[in-house]
């Protein structure tokens, strides 16, 4: 062999790995980018003419035990529409049930009235809670919702958003439990960003397509519990017509001119004068027919959706308080969701952990502001277990 051919072959390999490497790398680059519509394509299948509620948690249900984990991907998500097909469905459904003669109820005797007429004459399908999850890892908290849901099926409907990468690795039966299959086509949520709005928005916007009796549609996240039994919450809802969400005005002062200016001094007009900006909670409870009006917002949402410019930006505190709050003003009746600020570092709540687990916690936060919660946050993974030792104090099993 000549010292050249030597060389060309060196050269040549050299520049078959270097190959190699850059289409590797281009596959990766891919597929970590498209990463969730990928998924979709790819794991939807049968999924798309399952969509109605009833129909995916039966089929989630029967093939759980499966050995085939590709089979088990199929069901992890409700649909594989994207976010502009999904909200124009959302709204199809609410003009249908508008010309039917009945759009965003106010009552829930109305409400049955209209899914009478919906269903053709089939009498009592009543309404539903509508339960919106809002995570960027699992639901460490599941035995304990599980135990609060039991025996209430019919009553209620979950959805998931979580972080796509997480759902791409760990989105197992086995890491979601009885939330497995309930999950929306989700996207990459962060901390003081206007996408963790969009993501309440999209999972708004699931539920009042997914299932016409959904008419209550509360906003939680995997550090919330509930505080009290399933069906002393229905009651609790059941009785006020209007909504829990915080959507006040706000302690005028440079506070909420800070926020307000988050995203550049003049960002917000003309379309948002600060003296429409609200100020509220992020957990809400909400009716029917304001989460008809989130969804059909075109006024608001473009000027909050863009990105903010300085670090007083908590687009989750304000833009559906702000929709709400200027549209139909009764509806701010404050937040359904316990929150203790003592302690707090680094703008982040006081989390309870399974040392502060005690009976007394758990009635004190039941009694708290008159007994007007029905949830609270921060719980650390480790409080389950004395959690659910606590679960008949917690769900007043006296009361069901
Ligand atoms: C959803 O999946 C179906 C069947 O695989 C496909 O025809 C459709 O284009 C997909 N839709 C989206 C929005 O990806
Ligand atoms: C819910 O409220 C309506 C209207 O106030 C009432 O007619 C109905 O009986 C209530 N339903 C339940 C289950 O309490
Ligand atoms: C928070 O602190 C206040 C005052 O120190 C106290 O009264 C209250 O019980 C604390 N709340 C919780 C949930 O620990």
Not at 141 to 148: A, M, S, V
Request: aromatic share 10%; glycine share 8%; with cysteine.
């Amino acid at each position: 062999m000549t010292p050249i051919s030597t060389v060309c072959k060196t050269v040549t390999w050299r520049a078959v790995q270097l190959l190699s490497c850059i289409a590797l790398f281009a596959v990766f680059l891919l597929v970590d980018w498209r990463g969730p519509s990928l998924q979709f394509q790819s794991w939807i299948g049968e999924t798309e003419s399952a969509t109605t509620d009833a129909g995916v948690h039966s089929r989630a249900q029967h093939s759980f035990g499966s050995e085939n984990v590709q089979l088990e991907r199929d069901y992890l998500f409700l649909h594989n529409w994207s976010d502009d097909e999904l909200l124009q469905r959302a709204e199809e459904m609410e003009l249908q049930l508008q010309l039917q003669g009945e759009g965003a109820p106010s009552s829930i005797s109305d409400h049955d009235s209209a899914t009478d007429k919906l269903n053709g004459g089939a009498r009592g399908m009543p309404s539903k809670i509508a339960f919106l999850f809002l995570t960027t890892t699992g639901l460490a908290l599941e035995p304990l919702w599980r135990r609060f849901f039991q025996g209430h099926e019919g009553l209620y409907n979950l959805y998931v958003h979580s972080d796509p990468s997480w759902l791409r690795y760990h989105g197992s039966h086995r890491n979601l439990g009885m939330f497995w299959g309930r999950t929306v086509p989700s996207a990459v949520t962060h901390r003081s960003d206007p996408d963790v709005v969009a993501a309440e928005r999209r999972l708004i916007a699931n539920a009042l397509q997914d299932d016409r009796s959904n008419e209550w549609f509360v906003l939680v996240s995997d550090t919330c519990i509930p505080l009290l039994s399933f069906g002393s919450m229905y009651l609790r809802l059941n009785a006020t017509s209007s909504s829990f969400i915080d959507c006040g005005k706000g302690a005028p002062g440079p506070m909420m001119m800070s926020r307000y200016r988050a995203r550049g001094d003049q960002a917000m007009l003309p379309e948002v004068p600060f003296s429409e900006f609200r100020l509220g909670l992020q957990f809400f409870a909400i009716r029917r027919r304001h989460a008809v009006m989130v969804i059909r917002d075109r006024k608001y949402w473009p000027k909050f959706n863009q990105p903010c410019v300085r670090p007083a930006c908590y687009p989750d505190e304000h833009y559906i308080q702000t929709v709400i709050g200027n549209l139909d003003e009764p509806a701010c009746q404050g937040t359904p969701t316990f929150v203790s600020w003592n302690g707090s570092k680094g703008g982040h709540p006081q989390s309870f952990g399974r040392e502060d687990i005690t009976p007394n916690l758990i009635q004190a936060l039941q009694a708290s502001q008159n007994g007007r919660f029905l949830f609270a946050r921060k719980f650390k993974r480790d409080a389950l277990e004395p959690l659910l030792a606590l679960d008949d104090l917690l769900f007043d099993r006296s009361n069901p």
